[in-house]
């Protein structure tokens, strides 16, 4: 509306300097020459306000609406009102910025804005005192120049990860320990989220330390109980009620064996910091020999079947493996019943090698796939106590295979079964060749 105004100011304005230019000449004589100085007077006008409109929007100085002077003057108060809009909006984001950053700031973890190419783009106060940067130094430099440190480099260079990676902090003494996670951020950027776990890695570690020596404490004691009762049992005086007590004890004890023993080795899982070993491990051959001693048990499912490429083995520690395939095969044995199936695949893909369990079983509920890791955690604890067990054997699995690089999924549905899937990384596959089958 205003450039309509304009327009049709400056025309009428124009038309009535003609006008009179065109009288004066037709009075005067010359009517070009007078033709040609009002237009010479239009234009030096319209140069005039141009360039008085052109130094003030350059300059920024506040103007009024009167120093626009004839049809100019609507110019300049729009464009006064569009520079007072705007001037408001950009306090409003200062202040919001403002809040923003001292928000930040007051979290406990660090924040780091990276981009593409690994470069700081904005950190907050926690961000630079647990990784020892400084912001106004800091930012614009490539982050894993300023951090020297193997574990923190690797998690950059991992780029997006489901789960946060631990590393030991920066600094003398490195007695604090860091979790990050990097999430996808804005266009071609990643946030860095940095948190101060050392509270919980050493409650974890006391934690560890007394399962360790509990259970350590714990196995002479059992020792000369399951051997009393051992005696009592073989002890033909023994009176004839004694003798289901007894053998409730001993049945109770070696459970109580068991699970200590489970519990070390646990223990030795969470608590080693060396890599496992690069021995060979014929996995073909342990899983043969496995599949041939479940045969044997008089309690199993009708059906036991393995398919194993007789070729595929694995760098890695044979007791941590062996566990890990005991412990899904007896579990899948279980809980199927004696008319149900139980089939095992030891193969590879381009991915790596996968160790898969199949089984007919009484299946897992959805809302307790994530739990059944954990440490003494049962599905259905009636059950589970009826068909033995510790509670500790998925925990020893997620832990060994943790510790060989791999991953464990699940896929369950109740009264139909269940299946466990363990993948190991192509870095630790040896060599694959043709299918062997060994069933029923």
Same mark, same amino acid.
């Given at each position: 509306?205003v450039?309509?105004?304009? *327009?049709a ?12 230019s065109?009288? *004066?000449?037709?009075?005067? $004589? ?9 237009a ?5 006008y319209?140069?005039?306000?141009i ?6 929007l350059?300059?920024? @100085? ?5 120093s $626009?002077?004839?049809v ?12 007072q809009?705007?001037?408001?909006? @950009? @306090? ?14 007051a979290? &406990?973890d ?15 106060e926690?961000?630079? =005192? ?5 912001p ?16 923190f ?6 780029g997006? #990860?489901?789960e946060?990676?631990?590393?030991a902090?920066?600094g ?8 990050l ?9 990643n ?16 934690r560890?330390d ?7 404490e ?12 051992e ?12 003798a289901?007590?007894v053998?409730?004890?001993r ?29 060979v491990v014929?996995?073909p ?20 079947t ?6 595929? =083995? ?7 493996? &062996? ?15 004696e008319d149900g199936?139980? =089939?095992?695949?030891w193969?590879?893909? #381009?991915?790596g ?5 199949e089984d007919t079983?009484?299946g897992?509920?959805?809302e307790?796939i ?9 599905v259905?604890?009636?059950r ?6 510790t509670?500790?054997g998925? *925990?020893?699995?997620? &832990?060994?295979? &943790?510790r ?13 079964g269940?299946?466990?899937r363990?993948?190991?990384p192509?870095?630790r596959v040896?060599?694959?060749?043709g299918?062997?089958?060994?069933d029923?």
């Amino acid at each position: 509306m205003v450039v309509v105004s304009v *327009a049709a100011g400056l025309a009428w304005r124009l038309s009535l300097l003609l006008a009179l230019s065109l009288l *004066a000449g037709v009075i005067l $004589g010359g009517v070009v020459w007078w033709l040609l100085a009002a237009a010479a007077v239009a234009l030096a006008y319209m140069l005039y306000n141009i360039r008085a409109l052109e130094d003030w929007l350059r300059t920024g @100085k506040r103007r009024s609406a009167a120093s $626009g002077t004839g049809v100019w003057a609507p110019f300049y108060s729009d464009i006064l009102q569009l520079k007072q809009r705007a001037r408001r909006r @950009k @306090k409003r984001f200062h202040r919001l910025l403002r809040e923003v950053r001292e928000s930040t700031d007051a979290m &406990h973890d660090g924040g780091v804005i990276l981009n593409a190419d690994d470069e700081i783009v904005w950190m907050n106060e926690a961000a630079a =005192r647990l990784l020892g940067l400084d912001p106004s130094r800091d930012c614009g430099q490539i982050v894993t120049n300023l951090v020297r440190d193997p574990a923190f480099a690797a998690c950059i260079a991992a780029g997006v #990860t489901r789960e946060p990676v631990k590393i030991a902090g920066p600094g003398p003494g490195r007695d604090t320990h860091l979790s990050l996670q990097l999430i996808p951020y804005g266009s071609g950027q990643n946030l860095l989220i940095v948190q101060d776990v050392s509270r919980q890695v050493r409650l974890e570690q006391m934690r560890r330390d007394f399962v360790a020596n509990a259970s350590h404490e714990l196995r002479t004691p059992l020792t000369v109980v399951a051997g009393y009762l051992e005696s009592l049992d073989d002890d033909p005086a023994i009176p004839p009620g004694w003798a289901a007590p007894v053998g409730e004890m001993r049945r109770q004890v070696r459970r109580m064996n068991a699970i200590v023993a489970d519990l070390m080795q646990l223990s030795r899982l969470e608590s080693a910091e060396t890599p496992p070993g690069d021995a060979v491990v014929d996995v073909p051959r342990m899983l043969t020999a496995m599949h041939r001693e479940l045969l044997d048990r008089d309690r199993r499912p009708a059906t036991i079947t393995l398919d194993a490429e007789p070729e595929l =083995r694995l760098h890695g520690e044979e007791q941590e493996l &062996h566990s890990i395939f005991t412990n899904l095969l007896n579990n899948a044995v279980r809980f199927t019943g004696e008319d149900g199936t139980v =089939r095992c695949r030891w193969e590879r893909d #381009t991915d790596g090698a996968w160790f898969i369990v199949e089984d007919t079983g009484i299946g897992i509920p959805d809302e307790a796939i994530p739990r059944i890791t954990e440490r003494f955690f049962r599905v259905d604890g009636g059950r589970a106590r009826e068909v033995g067990g510790t509670g500790l054997g998925l *925990a020893i699995v997620k &832990h060994a295979l &943790h510790r060989h690089g791999g991953e464990l999924f699940v896929e369950s549905e109740v009264g139909k079964g269940s299946t466990f899937r363990c993948h190991f990384p192509t870095a630790r596959v040896v060599r694959a060749a043709g299918p062997i089958r060994l069933d029923t």
